[in-house]
């Protein structure tokens, strides 16, 4: 009985994530797009191409944390409308892309500038749907000793992380606000509706690795207290609670056993 239901819930999770709104077949993302996010908000109205941003990138230097608390970008693509004006500013992309910053024993270039001639190859680097740019990390060789799941980049980041492969960054100098840790909450379950499928075992203490606590509360859950709200994988398919990450960036909602991973007694 546990494997039929196991299976059958596999199989509709894979439904719902290859189709999209109306039946529309939805591409399955290679490793290196997994994460993608193209930002046009201006680009092709200003003449040039969309932005592509590479989070498996980011997220091996950097906490989740950091860019959606601290800078203020927002978790879904589209709403942040950066402008270039923004980044010469040093809000956004420009609190690190500003050619001042130095990281990993090199300065980080500078995203935008209000001299064009001086390097406009330099606005390739970002602004990069449909050209070729070769770009300074490799997806395949950068990840290549990280450690390895079935689905979304192929990426465990979590246990990356844990194994000591990538040190994240969680503050920027004259940016962040420095603040005492809050206390992490243990670990608990979560009951499904449907009989025979393993429980829901969530880790507050992997989470915050990435989100801290202030990430996911109150904007993404808005209550903290077991219980209070009742979740349905309908509304996490819609980009809600947990699907705000586990339909785009975080490990894809097909891998199942993820999260429902305490056996049934």
């Known amino acids: ?33 997994y994460g993608q996010v193209v930002m046009n908000n201006y680009a092709e109205r200003a003449g040039i ?5 590479d989070h498996w990138l980011h997220r091996s230097k950097f906490t989740c944390r950091l860019c959606h608390v601290d800078l203020a970008f927002a978790m879904k693509t589209g709403e942040t409308k ?6 010469m500013k040093g809000y956004y992309c420009g609190a690190c892309h500003n050619g001042k910053m130095a990281h990993e ?29 070769k770009k300074q990390y490799d997806f395949y060789d950068y ?3 990280f450690a390895k799941e079935r689905f979304g980049n192929g990426i465990n980041w979590v246990k990356t992380e844990a194994d000591g492969a990538v040190a994240l960054i969680d503050t920027i100098e004259g940016i962040s606000i420095k603040r005492a840790p809050l206390p992490v909450d243990k670990d608990f379950s979560l009951y499904p509706k449907v ?9 507050h203490n ?60």
């Open 1 to 33: 009985m546990k494997k039929i239901v196991i299976v059958f819930c596999l199989l509709w999770v894979s439904i719902n994530t290859v189709l999209g709104e109306g039946g529309v077949i939805k591409k399955r993302p290679l490793p290196h797009e």
């Open 82 to 87: 950066v402008k270039a004006a923004d980044n």
């Open 195 to 203: 009989r025979g499928m393993p429980e829901i075992i969530f880790s």
């Open 206 to 265: 992997k989470h915050v690795v990435w989100n801290s606590c202030e990430l996911c509360h109150p904007e993404v859950f808005p209550s903290v207290k077991r219980g209070s709200k009742q979740y349905s994988m309908l509304e996490i398919f819609e980009g809600k609670y947990c699907g705000v990450c586990h339909t785009s960036v975080a490990f894809p909602l097909i891998d199942c056993q993820r999260c429902h991973s305490k056996p049934v007694m």
């Open 105 to 133: 024993e090199r300065v980080v270039f500078e995203a935008c500038s209000k001299n064009l001639t001086d390097d406009t190859k330099r606005c390739d680097r970002c602004h990069s749907q449909g050209r070729y740019v």
């Open 143 to 145: 990840t290549k000793q």
């Open 49 to 53: 191409a969309p932005v592509v941003f």
